[in-house]
């Protein structure tokens, strides 16, 4: 508490009571606090940070930390999903603290007592701090409330003297953090000749005509590749495959459903309760104690209702209705209470017939379209067999459909229509929205009307019988199968059985493809408890919400350069793009003439094109994208002069430019320059941060324990 004594002994202000209980802060972890002792087995460490061991002690103490910050901001214990992102943050914390704390010991930086004093009264306020005392009506900042505060702090809550003494505690890492990365910052330099450079590629245009052939023009199936070019490709591109350590399972799940026996139950059960609350004397105590969901007192227009209700309407005082089956509950509303609302709402059917452009010989068409259509509905025509067969969006299935809705949630012209109808029926002319014209049909006249409902609500959930016997079915599974093959050959011959595959599954995923919090089978396929999951272990039966997973792990890899078997689509479609360049290449090779000849020498999958306002700095070519060799090359030759072949990025390309406007070089370049230096350290933080992490060698292991 060395900054609290130092500001008390510092200020002679009265003491006082500020209510910040808002105060936080940044998520904490003593971040210069604990040491790190070396033990002499790997039992309790979660990894390893430049060379020391990371005891799980010290990381659970980090963890916590992180932990009673989340409860303090967020006013609730984290659950799950929240508990693996602060392991994370715990982790990054760690990282920090040692690696980081190495390079500050390197250079010498510290932080002095005046500095800290200095970020909580001085003339350089931290930011949190500012923020946390700044009157919200007047927006101004009352530097005395903060040493008033921190005077009583021995009188406050104890968690309010833990969220302070977390929030002192990163004082000191922040700013050394702060220190150490602007001195790498300060050192960005650009020079004069980059800035030059910069602004011509910037302001240097083109107009071109190329020779496109894609690679898509030759099939796939005519390119056959090997191993031994797809490993040379990748010995040669390592740099952009870099990854993590992952591992790949094959699996299936068995899903733990209400059986029919479980729904009838289900059934039964809300319609005894259906008679009972006919004559409930407190019907929101009925519900709080018979219902899945709680009770809800406010009153809702058909727009909110469920479909089974509104069928109902309208609905009387003090009838039940029900029980209806939705969704996988059952249910039963009574009707509490009925007031005319604020808004009406409607409900209508419409087919949407949009102009094929923006010309006014397009908007005709549509009207003119519109117009017959409703004429043949006039005439007998099926609405909604008309909207399936001519609308144009998402209620082409419904048939025009667009249920009930509240006004304030449709287009005003559309929504005009509809409420000023007084009736059901089909609107006598199209109306024109944004959208284009609209055949409209009226299906429940506008209401006001609302409705106060007390629902009792019952999930249609499996029993414990059914659930114990999708176990049983799970773990009979496993009892077939010792191997990746005979895994493969139970869950062929079991047709309901869906084989799924997950690739490159990360040390620290909490889901298996669809499969949320299943944080179990990724610890299980990195290994656990100290034995290694191998190639072709098949794992025991585990528990992932509502069904059973079996899984075997297929493949594994470790961090640093992928292999071929787990890159093989994506590198066979370089691999075939570079071959099929090498066939193109040959055959456009000493044609001679115009692009125009050449491409009818070549055949039809050669195309001439013209691109205007080329942008040298881009490497884009409008209408094809990116191909930074081509727009390099165009700005090397003069005009009327063609390249040879060019190896593109979708396939080969000879470029022609026709004008070339080189951008002359800027009297002042301060402007440049102020923008390259701002782009190069708004990066810095987060390659500062990478380039220390990446010279610390970390280890984590934290699936061990988590």
Do not use: C
Request: a neutral charge; charged letters at 25%; glycine letters at 8%.
């Amino acid at each position: 508490m060395a900054l609290i004594n130092t500001i008390r002994e510092k200020s002679g202000w009265a003491v006082g009571t500020v209510a910040i209980g808002m105060l936080l802060f940044i998520v904490g972890g003593d971040l210069i606090g604990g040491k790190n002792r070396l033990f002499g087995g790997n039992e309790n460490v979660v990894g390893e940070v430049a060379g020391e061991k990371v005891e799980l002690a010290d990381f659970n103490n980090a963890l916590e930390q992180a932990k009673q910050s989340f409860v303090q901001q967020q006013g609730r214990q984290p659950d799950e999903q929240a508990m693996s992102y602060l392991r994370d943050q715990a982790w990054n914390q760690t990282i920090f603290r040692i690696a980081f704390q190495k390079e500050f010991d390197k250079l010498g930086l510290t932080v002095s007592d005046d500095e800290l004093t200095d970020m909580v009264q001085g003339k350089n306020i931290h930011p949190s701090i500012r923020q946390a005392f700044t009157d919200p009506k007047t927006g101004q900042f009352d530097r005395t409330k903060i040493v008033t505060y921190l005077q009583g702090l021995d009188k406050l809550p104890p968690d309010a003297q833990a969220a302070w003494q977390n929030f002192e505690a990163n004082l000191g890492p922040e700013r050394m953090a702060q220190k150490y990365n602007n001195l790498l910052k300060l050192s960005t330099y650009v020079t004069t000749a980059e800035a030059k450079r910069f602004n011509e590629d910037q302001n240097s245009r083109a107009s071109m005509r190329y020779l496109f052939v894609p690679y898509f023009s030759i099939s796939d199936s005519a390119v056959k590749v090997t191993d031994e070019q797809l490993q040379a490709y990748l010995d040669k591109n390592k740099a952009r495959y870099k990854v993590e350590d992952g591992r790949d399972l094959e699996y299936v799940t068995i899903p733990v459903v209400a059986s029919k026996e479980d729904t009838a139950a289900v059934r039964e059960t809300v319609a005894q309760l259906a008679t009972q609350f006919t004559t409930a004397p407190n019907d929101s105590l009925f519900v709080k104690l018979n219902s899945d969901q709680p009770y809800n007192d406010n009153y809702v227009s058909p727009a909110d209702m469920p479909e089974k209700l509104r069928q109902q309407l309208p609905l009387t005082v003090g009838q039940v209705y029900g029980p209806y089956a939705e969704n996988g509950t059952v249910s039963l509303h009574k009707v509490t209470g009925q007031k005319a609302g604020t808004q009406s709402a409607a409900r209508a059917s419409h087919i949407l017939i949009k102009p094929e452009g923006t010309t006014p010989e397009a908007e005709a068409a549509a009207l003119a379209k519109a117009k017959d259509l409703l004429a043949k509905i006039k005439g007998g025509a099926d609405f909604a067999a008309m909207a399936r067969q001519f609308g144009t969006d998402g209620t082409v299935s419904t048939g025009g459909d667009l249920g009930w809705f509240q006004q304030g949630r449709m287009v005003p012209e559309f929504e005009k229509a509809i409420f000023g109808a007084t009736s059901t029926g089909l609107l006598p002319a199209p109306v024109k929205t944004s959208f284009g014209y609209h055949i409209i049909k009226i299906t429940a006249p506008k209401t006001n009307q609302t409705y106060q409902l007390a629902t009792v609500q019952k999930k249609m959930e499996p029993s414990e019988a059914t659930r114990e016997a999708a176990y049983a079915k799970a773990q009979a599974l496993k009892g077939q199968v010792t191997d990746l093959e005979s895994f493969r050959k139970v869950v062929a011959k079991e047709k309901v059985l869906q084989k799924q595959e997950v690739k490159g599954l990360g040390r620290g995923d909490q889901a298996v493809n669809s499969l949320q919090g299943a944080r179990e089978i990724v610890r299980w396929a990195y290994g656990v408890g100290g034995k290694k999951t191998e190639v072709g272990d098949v794992s025991d039966v585990f528990e992932v919400g509502d069904q059973y997973v079996v899984a075997v792990l297929t493949g594994q890899r470790s961090k640093g350069t992928a292999d071929v078997a787990s890159l093989r689509p994506e590198l066979s479609a370089a691999v075939r793009n570079e071959e099929k360049a090498k066939q193109i290449i040959s055959k456009l090779n000493g044609k001679t003439g115009a692009l125009e000849q050449i491409a009818t020498t070549y055949g039809a999958a050669a195309q001439v094109k013209t691109a205007d306002g080329v942008v040298l700095g881009s490497g884009t070519i409008p209408g094809l994208g990116s191909e930074p060799l081509a727009v390099g090359k165009a700005f090397g030759l003069k005009p009327g002069q063609k390249s040879a072949p060019i190896q593109g990025e979708q396939g080969v390309l000879i470029v022609e430019p026709v004008r070339v406007d080189k951008s002359t070089s800027a009297t002042d370049l301060s402007a440049v320059r102020k923008q390259l230096t701002d782009q190069r350290t708004g990066r810095a933080d987060g390659l500062i941060y990478e380039a220390v992490k990446a010279n610390a060698n970390i280890k984590d292991e934290r699936n061990k324990f988590f």
